[in-house]
């Protein structure tokens, strides 16, 4: 069903999401510990606004940090009227788990 949200936590239906979008693993610039950690998750996508605030990482530290802080990502896959979906929300694993 067009804009209907889902939420998972397995790690290849999240990169395959992604990667159909054209969107890759990031952190948010500055949230990390002194550099030496990865800070706050998202997903990027080309020509959309994280440009100057997100920095591209890895899947493999994206998914680290995403069991490490016990996340799911809640998502579309495609919006109300029919399009492609960007929307996704990294959460608390256990708000989700609460409304399934």
Same mark, same amino acid.
């Given at each position: +069903? ?11 239906? !999240? ?8 969107? #890759? ?14 800070? !706050? *998750?998202? !997903?990027?996508?080309?020509? #959309?606004?994280?440009?100057?605030? *997100?920095?591209? !990482? ?14 799911? +990502?809640? #998502? ?25």
């Amino acid at each position: +069903m067009a804009g209907t949200n889902k939420s998972t936590t397995d790690h290849d239906e !999240i990169r395959r999401w992604a990667q159909e979008r054209g969107g #890759y693993p990031a952190t948010v610039k500055g949230t990390g510990a002194g550099g030496e950690e990865v800070g !706050i *998750l998202r !997903i990027d996508f080309p020509d #959309y606004s994280g440009q100057e605030s *997100l920095e591209p !990482i890895s899947w493999e530290e994206f998914f680290e940090k995403f069991e490490d802080s016990n996340l799911a +990502m809640v #998502y579309q896959e495609a919006t109300s009227n029919g399009a492609v979906s960007r929307f996704c929300r990294l959460v608390d694993r256990s708000s989700v788990e609460a409304r399934s």
